[in-house]
């Protein structure tokens, strides 16, 4: 458990190497000019499928479900791993340069959302759908979608990084990460042995965004980490992740902007139904 690094007096950056060390950096904004592709629909999302990009497809594709033809989309990949979140046109949207983003035209001015709960949260309520109105509830279903907005880091560039992408394995970041993954699937699992969904009997955008990661992690998507974690043990959690994992928009919404995996589930760009479908046939 020892270690030799010592941390010096002031921070300089060096390369230690990993699958991201090209593409991190201290600093923010552009590194280069080019302007972001721009379909024809009300919505314009620059996105890859990785949890957090898979919030938004979901919940695009769950109100063309419920019948809002305004909920149509463009879905542009955007290469992380090449930079591509460091043009002039995605800076300009999400200044963060982290996907996804997205950009609504369907009114006079178009309007940027970034950071997916709150592109999550601009939706519903727009279109008045996936977040309940009578206040006790939203709070409820906002508790939840802002537990994960703060957790999910833990999971992903915690235990996610330290256990499957970091060059070296550390036992120390992994123990400590791992104490906090199980801690959170153990909140899943109690909240959802009282209620069928996060915060109650309806089906939300805290579902939408809580599934993406922890949903994926017990049915084995991510880190194949689920013998090392045991999610056998969250029975709640499982039959939760399993009951999202079968409506027809989160299956349709998931592949899009993928690019990696399985053939049947890789969908580069979105721009109409008929896109998904084709995969899917």
Do not use: C
């Amino acid at each position: 458990m020892s270690s030799h690094y010592q941390p010096p007096k002031v921070w300089v950056n060096t390369d230690t190497g990993g699958e991201w060390s090209s593409i991190n950096r201290p600093v923010s904004g552009s590194t280069h000019d080019e302007p972001l592709p721009e379909g024809k629909h009300p919505f314009q999302l620059y996105s890859l499928a990785t949890p957090n990009g898979q919030k938004v497809t979901i919940m695009l594709e769950e109100l063309l479900a419920a019948g809002i033809k305004e909920a149509e989309y463009d879905a542009y990949l955007i290469k992380i791993g090449e930079g591509e979140q460091f043009s002039s046109g995605f800076v300009a949207v999400n200044p963060n340069s982290k996907i996804p983003a997205l950009v609504d035209n369907s009114g006079s001015e178009p309007i940027s959302v970034f950071e997916s709960g709150n592109i999550l949260l601009y939706l519903a309520e727009k279109f008045g759908k996936f977040v309940p109105t009578e206040p006790a509830k939203r709070v409820q279903v906002l508790n939840w979608l802002f537990w994960l907005q703060g957790s999910a880091p833990y999971l992903g560039g915690g235990f996610g990084h330290f256990y499957a992408y970091a060059p070296e394995k550390f036992e120390y970041p992994i123990n400590r990460f791992t104490m906090e993954a199980k801690r959170q699937l153990d909140v899943l699992d109690k909240e959802l042995a009282r209620n069928e969904y996060l915060g109650g009997d309806e089906y939300t955008i805290a579902d939408m965004a809580t599934w993406t990661w922890y949903g994926g992690l017990v049915l084995g998507r991510l880190y194949d980490s689920e013998e090392f974690l045991q999610v056998d043990e969250y029975k709640n959690v499982q039959r939760w992740a399993r009951a999202i994992d079968s409506r027809e928009a989160v299956m349709r919404g998931r592949i899009v902007n993928r690019v990696w995996g399985d053939e049947h589930e890789q969908l580069a760009e979105r721009h109409s139904a008929a896109d998904i479908d084709a995969i899917l046939k």
